[in-house]
């Protein structure tokens, strides 16, 4: 660490501007914090509450019936968003993307052609959740979308799928959306689901009392998809996407079957799992969450993260908290809930207050009592059994399993060394997309156990135009701390190096 | 530009040829702007994004990969994935799901992986 640690720009950085972010930044303002949230949408709300501020706003009979579709739980959010609008404490900025998080608190920033560092005392990690990656035969042709894409399209596009329209996979967010569009006067050709009636029988151990309103709420959404008359399957298996240059059919298995409809926009979903780039580049640990069948950052249970690095990078006044989607897939509610508790937990390490309250610990434990159920209810699907050999794996490489699967046989055997040979992982995504499945492949042809290994995260996590590198501002060199290089083999002499220069 | 003897499968054309139109509007355009893809006027709802626009003008792709040449279009909507790029005023691989729309904006469809260093729309 160097001697004159540079004046910190706010005492917190919250990092995404959803409902958990959005309820941290709030709470801590409140409390008299400067604090500088960074968001890549253009308005605060995250994915959930996107654009509500503007469909509010629109009287207009089509806007009127979008919010009606839409439901209150996205008006849930309007609340919130004007208390978070009302904070002068916070510096809010929107259209910006952070591509590194280093545990001193130093968070780099690009927005439009601008890039830069900024600096807490406290770093908030709120980016929230993804919807898990799902390789199936013909996921990278055009007309395939994911269920949240469609979602986002209403929300801000305002548009709606037309033409022959199929629906699969399993979750909440898919039945949902499913009503929603039923709702616009959009029929689906098909809803098929890949879980089972013994799934739900199985969840219903899991039912506690928060449980009951959301079972209530799912079967009014099969029981109005229904009577309109849309098709639905559950069992669902081996799905596949044709077409030349776009989707033109889908098939897949129920009960032993092969069938194939015409399709012009397959809509896939299977769950949403947390978003681990940049916990993962910042060093925290991870861990594998069973019952989500997904990586989450481990921490306490006011959203500490489990530093991995050696003590003199992770020693210091700044620690990385983790809050809502991002650490642990609860929904709207628990997101805010435990936004509120991480707030709490940075102002005591601020010296302000006595850390989190038993009221604020116990909504988060009340909003999440309803995940188990939801885990047995909707397993994974589509993602559940490793792709076959010419299924892509990498989008952004266009690597298939097969090509993973021979690399790892010959002797690429761990995510580094089969990143480094194959590409997988280094395109524009960053391995977003492909590296459970690697992972999951790597352990399969291995025949390791425990947590799945993941890529070792570098900064940029995500890509910076050169010009803008060009006008890097906001780093002081010397007050940084050192970057370490020990995953390269050939450094191991010298395993730090000072950060860029000027 | 990046061409190699397994492309392109799927020849690009700067032609904004409809693919199957997979969306359509809730409601006619009211504020609308105008940008241009490929050289061609295309109208955008005011404060909507690069990708929807793109979506909702049925292109049939915003890029073809630089691998194999297969067309691609946005997949996640929300900054993950990376298949919605697409050169913006002069500058290559910015992300259409997380740019809005601007009057006048210069979009184009990307054919493999764009020229690092010289703007191609001056
Ligand atoms: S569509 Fe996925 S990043 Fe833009």
Redesign the pocket.
């Known amino acids: 660490m160097s001697i004159n640690a540079p004046l910190p720009d706010a005492d917190v950085i919250i990092v995404g501007c959803g409902p958990s972010g959005m309820a941290a930044a709030v709470e801590l303002a409140e409390a008299g914090c400067s604090v500088i949230v960074l968001d890549m949408q253009p308005t605060p709300g995250g994915q959930i509450f996107r654009n509500l501020e503007a469909n509010l706003c629109d009287t207009s009979l089509a806007g009127q019936s979008l919010l009606a579709a839409l439901g209150p739980a996205y008006r849930a959010g309007a609340d919130l968003i004007q208390r978070f609008r009302a904070c002068s404490r916070i510096d809010y900025r929107p259209q910006t993307t952070v591509w590194e998080v280093r545990p001193d608190g130093t968070v780099g920033w690009l927005q439009g052609m601008n890039v830069g560092y900024v600096r807490g005392r406290q770093v908030l990690l709120a980016h929230g959740a993804m919807e898990r990656p799902v390789p199936f035969p013909g996921w990278t042709l055009p007309g395939v979308m994911t269920a949240g894409?469609v979602q986002t399209l209403l929300k801000a596009g305002h548009l709606k799928p037309s033409g022959r329209i199929v629906l699969a996979g399993t979750g909440p967010l898919l039945l949902l959306l499913a009503n929603q569009l039923h709702q616009l006067g959009v029929k689906p050709a098909l809803v098929g689901r890949t879980d089972r009636l013994s799934d739900s029988v199985r969840a219903m151990r899991h039912l506690r009392p928060g449980g009951l309103v959301l079972l209530v709420k799912g079967l009014g959404w099969l029981g109005r998809l229904k009577l309109a008359g849309v098709k639905s399957v559950t069992g669902l298996e081996n799905l596949a996407a044709d077409g030349a240059q776009s989707v033109e059919s889908v098939s897949f298995t129920v009960g032993g079957k092969r069938q194939t409809l015409p399709c012009d926009l397959l809509i896939v979903h299977d769950g949403i799992v947390p978003a681990i780039d940049i916990p993962n580049a910042a060093g925290l640990r991870l861990q594998w969450d069973g019952p989500n069948a997904s990586w989450r950052p481990a921490t306490t249970p006011d959203g500490l993260g489990a530093s991995t690095l050696p003590p003199e990078m992770s020693a210091g006044p700044c620690v990385l908290r983790v809050t809502g989607d991002a650490r642990k897939i609860g929904g709207a509610d628990a997101a805010m809930a435990h936004g509120r508790v991480a707030a709490q937990a940075i102002l005591a390490a601020l010296d302000h207050g006595a850390g989190p309250s038993a009221e604020a610990l116990r909504a988060v434990d009340k909003a999440l009592s309803v995940r188990p159920f939801l885990d047995a209810a909707f397993p994974p699907g589509l993602a559940q059994d490793l792709p076959d050999d010419d299924t892509i794996v990498c989008r952004c490489e266009e690597l298939t399993a097969g090509d993973l699967r021979a690399k790892i046989r010959s002797g690429f055997r761990n995510m580094d060394a089969l990143r480094g040979e194959t590409r997988c992982g280094m395109g524009p995504c960053q391995g977003r997309n492909c590296m459970v499945t690697a992972a999951r492949l790597l352990q399969d042809e291995t025949r390791a156990a425990g947590c799945l290994p993941t890529f070792r995260g570098r900064p940029p996590i995500r890509p910076i135009p050169l010009g803008a590198v060009a006008r890097l501002s906001g780093l002081a060199p010397r007050a940084t701390i050192r970057l370490t290089l020990e995953d390269k083999p050939e450094n191991a002499s010298e395993d730090t190096v000072d950060a860029p220069a000027e | 530009m990046n061409e190699s003897l397994t492309r392109p499968a799927f020849a690009y054309s700067s032609g904004l040829q409809p693919g199957p139109k997979m969306f359509s509007d809730l409601a006619p355009l009211t504020d609308a702007v105008t940008l241009s893809v490929d050289g061609q006027p295309v109208r955008a709802r005011a404060g909507e994004t690069v990708?929807a626009c793109l979506l909702r003008a049925g292109v049939p792709y915003n890029r073809l990969t630089p691998v194999s040449g297969a067309p691609r279009l946005?997949?996640?909507?929300?900054?993950?994935?990376?298949?919605?790029l697409v050169e913006i005023d002069g500058i290559g691989n910015r992300?259409?799901?997380?740019t809005l729309v601007r009057d006048g904006m210069k979009v184009r469809r990307q054919d493999g992986a764009p020229p690092a260093l010289e703007p191609s729309v001056p």
């Open positions: 894409a | 990708a946005p997949y996640c909507m929300i900054g993950h994935c990376f298949e919605c992300q259409a799901c997380l």
